[in-house]
């Protein structure tokens, strides 16, 4: 199993910058492929952007590509957002996920969740 927390979320202008950090417990984090995933009231939960296990795959939402990165630091246990040239339409609380061995967009592939994280960006 592993436990997920996230911080870095806050308030921002919009094209701002923000990075979100995900910190995992447990000693197989290398393991699971991770994914980050937002969602604002009243809206189904989004995919944002995923990571494999070794880092060296990502994919991401059509509407985060070229704005944000993803990446992983295993010796540190901890998945990154870095978000760049952020919009309003960005706000939204931040979660990320993880699960073994292969990434995904999909949030029911999902069995571990951190707690979320709010971003707010605003105009």
């Known amino acids: 199993q592993v436990q997920l927390v996230e911080s870095g979320g806050g308030l921002v202008q919009a094209g701002g910058s923000l990075r979100l950090s995900c910190a995992a417990s447990?000693?197989?984090?290398?393991?699971?492929?991770m994914g980050w995933f937002r969602q604002t009231p009243g809206k189904e939960r989004e995919f944002v952007a995923a990571?494999?296990?070794?880092?060296?795959?990502?994919y991401y939402a059509d509407s985060v590509k070229g704005r944000f990165t993803i990446s992983r630091d295993n010796a540190k246990k901890t998945v990154y957002l870095q978000m760049n040239t952020l919009k309003p339409e960005d706000t939204a609380v931040y979660y990320c996920?993880?699960?073994?061995?292969?990434?995904?967009?999909?949030?029911?592939?999902?069995?571990?969740w951190g707690q979320g994280t709010q971003v707010t960006v605003s105009s």
């Open positions: 996920a993880a699960r073994l061995y292969t990434r995904s967009t999909l949030t029911t592939d999902y069995p571990y």
């Open positions: 447990g000693r197989t984090f290398s393991s699971y492929a």
């Open positions: 990571i494999s296990t070794s880092g060296g795959s990502t």
